[in-house]
């Protein structure tokens, strides 16, 4: 079955860097897209991120002002979000996202998020 496992969450100081990594299993991996989407306690999801199964598209929040950076490795079913000049707006619960069917049909299957918490 379809799983996605995101790591790398943690506690990070304002202007710190944290990279997050999500092993996926279950299906064929290089033929999805794969969303990485936040979410502050008590607010709505916010999308961050979209990469291509062959990582050569990648799409982005314009609100991050260029500081995320998504990535993947296909050989080892994960893909990657980097985070560098994190702000305390950037504090939330991150998952990563399996397109539904493929490619930019929207989301479909969820991890089970790791928290990033800036201060």
């Known amino acids: 079955h379809v799983q996605l496992v995101e790591s790398g969450g943690g506690l990070v100081q304002p202007g710190g860097s944290l990279t997050l990594s999500c092993v996926a299993s279950?299906?064929?991996?290089?033929?999805?897209?794969i969303y990485w989407v936040r979410q502050v306690p008590g607010k709505c999801f916010e999308w961050v991120s979209t990469?291509?199964?062959?990582?050569?598209?990648?799409y982005y929040a314009s609100t991050l002002e260029g500081r995320f950076t998504s990535s993947r490795d296909n050989a080892k079913n994960t893909v990657y979000l980097q985070m560098n000049s994190l702000k305390p707006e950037d504090a939330a619960v991150y998952y990563c996202?399996?397109?539904?069917?493929?490619?930019?049909w929207g989301f479909g299957y969820w991890g089970q998020g790791t928290q990033v918490t800036v201060s």
């Open positions: 279950g299906f064929d991996f290089a033929r999805y897209w």
């Open positions: 996202v399996r397109d539904a069917y493929g490619g930019n």
């Open positions: 990469i291509s199964g062959l990582g050569g598209t990648t």
